[in-house]
C-alpha cells in the first residue's frame, strides 16, 4: 500500500502522559500537514512541513504540540501533558509541491485522555 | 479569514434519485474550493476541486460540483444516487489572499449524506 500511513491508530492514555504519533506519508510528497478532527465538525488545521521545514503552525498548537519532519520524510506529532480536551483523530495528510490543494490523508490516529 | 458553512447535518434521499449537498464560503480573495468524502473506518477521499475556469468541474464516482461566485456556493451534485454514496461530505476552501505562503484548508462540519434503497 502506497498510501499515507499513521501509526498508532489508536492511543488511550492517561491526563498528563505524553503521546507521539508517527506519520509516513506517500514516497514522492513533499508537503506533510497535520489536522484534528473531533465528533461532529470537520478538519482543523494544525500545522504544515515543506520537505524538513515547519511553515505554518496554527494558533491551535499549544506549546504542548510539538511536531517535526527530521529527514523530510516521516513525520511525528508529540503531545506533552495531555489534556483530556486533546481527545480527538489526528489526521496526516501529504500533497505533491503544486498549488491547487490537494490532500491524500491517512486514516488516522485516535487519541483518547481518561 | 476564511470559512465553510454546510447548513444540512444530513441529507436523506432515495437511490436513484438525484442529491445535492450544500456549501456555502466566506474568503478575502480568490478561492480554491474542494469536495472530500469520508466513509467509515476511512480516510478522507478527494472528490474533486474548484481552482479556475469552468463552473461545473466534475469528479470521482459520477460527483460534480457547481462554483457559484454571486451566491458564495460550491454545492456537491449527482444526478442518480447509489447506496454505496452513503458517507460524510466535507467541503473546503484555500484563501488565495492568505498569500503563497497558506496552504491550510478550512473545512466544513460535514453532511451525513443517506441513500435509502
Known amino acids: 500500500d502506497t498510501g499515507v500511513s499513521q501509526n498508532p491508530r489508536h492511543k488511550i492514555t492517561k491526563r498528563g502522559q505524553n503521546v507521539t504519533f508517527r506519520c509516513d506519508p506517500i514516497?514522492?510528497?513533499?508537503?506533510l500537514y497535520w489536522y484534528r478532527q473531533t465528533l461532529g465538525q470537520g478538519p482543523e488545521f494544525l500545522t504544515y512541513?515543506?520537505?524538513?521545514?515547519?511553515?505554518?503552525k496554527s494558533r491551535l498548537l499549544s506549546d504542548r504540540f510539538s511536531a517535526e519532519r527530521p529527514k523530510g520524510s516521516f513525520s511525528t506529532l508529540e503531545i506533552q501533558r495531555t489534556e483530556q480536551g486533546d481527545s480527538a483523530m489526528y489526521l496526516c495528510?501529504?500533497?505533491?509541491?503544486?498549488?491547487?490543494?490537494?490532500?491524500?490523508f491517512g486514516e488516522g490516529s485516535r487519541l483518547t485522555v481518561l | 479569514a476564511q470559512s465553510v458553512a454546510q447548513p444540512e447535518d444530513q441529507v436523506n434521499v432515495a437511490e436513484g434519485n438525484p442529491l445535492t449537498v450544500k456549501c456555502t464560503y466566506s474568503?478575502?480573495?480568490?478561492?480554491?474550493l474542494f469536495w472530500y468524502v469520508q466513509y467509515p473506518n476511512r480516510g478522507l477521499q478527494f472528490l474533486l476541486k474548484?481552482?479556475?475556469?469552468?463552473?461545473l468541474v466534475k469528479g470521482s464516482y459520477g460527483f460534480e460540483a457547481e462554483f457559484n461566485k454571486s451566491q458564495t456556493s460550491f454545492h456537491l451534485k449527482k444526478p442518480s444516487a447509489l447506496v454505496s454514496d452513503s458517507a460524510l461530505y466535507f467541503c473546503a476552501v484555500r484563501d488565495l489572499y492568505s498569500g503563497a505562503g497558506s496552504y491550510q484548508l478550512t473545512f466544513g462540519k460535514g453532511t451525513k449524506l443517506s441513500v435509502i434503497p
Open positions: 512541513f515543506q520537505n524538513e521545514a515547519q511553515l505554518e
Open positions: 474548484y481552482i479556475t475556469g469552468d463552473n
Open positions: 474568503v478575502s480573495g480568490n478561492p480554491y
Open positions: 514516497s514522492e510528497h513533499n508537503r
Open positions: 495528510a501529504s500533497s505533491l509541491a503544486d498549488n491547487t490543494g490537494e490532500l491524500f
